[in-house]
């Protein structure tokens, strides 16, 4: 069975750090881009990151460069996501997403990153 | 960046009726390299992740059902289903994979009217 499975969040005060974690089994997690995609509560969906399949290429939005580092272990599997200086506005549920190309075929279920003092 | 702009925000329609949901992007999608609309629609159902539906702007994903068919090219693209299913409840969003940032439209909620 194809599946992502996310881990790591919780409730973090500003400034706070948090990683994230994402584990891939079923597939060929090597093969794939894969990405971090959140939504915070009640909102759409907005992408955070991404990271080539050999790591050799990474992009970010905006609203996190500088703060967050999106990087990957083949060997394990498994994608992160570093979260520093975390902000009220980086509360969302983060999803773990791959694609074989910049759209996303695979989806975990989400962890909730809640910052909050 | 590249604006995806969804249109309408919500719509209500009859069980077996046709829902159309309507997407623009800020400038043009398609790569002249493939000649292949870098756009993809998602389905998200309530407490669960999205499901990629359509790629490539009419590309059907695995398992999809061809009630929903993806078309437009450029910079305006149309999600259709062709008749409404109670399953089919959802909220359906754009996204736009031409270049980075990469970036979704608001959403569509569609309903049973």
Known sequence: EVQLVESGGGLVQPGGSLRLSCAGSGFTFSSFWMNWVRQAPGKGLEWVANIKQDGSEKNYVDSVKGRFTISRDNAKNSLYLQMNSLRAEDTAVYYCAGGGGWFFDLWGRGTLVTVSS | ?113
């Open chain 2, 1 to 113: 960046d590249i604006v995806m702009t969804q249109s309408p925000d919500s719509l209500a329609v009859s069980l077996g009726e046709r829902a159309t949901i309507n997407c623009k992007s800020s400038q043009s999608v398609l790569y002249s390299s493939n000649n292949k609309n870098q756009l993809a629609w998602y389905q998200q159902k309530p407490g669960q992740p999205p499901k990629l539906l359509i790629y490539w702007g009419s590309t059907r994903g695995s398992g999809v059902p061809d009630r929903f068919s993806g078309s437009g090219s450029g910079t305006d693209f149309t999600l259709t289903i062709s008749s409404l299913q109670a399953e089919d409840v959802a909220v359906y969003y754009c996204q736009q994979s031409y270049s980075s940032p990469l970036t979704f439209g608001g959403g569509t909620k569609v309903e049973i009217k």
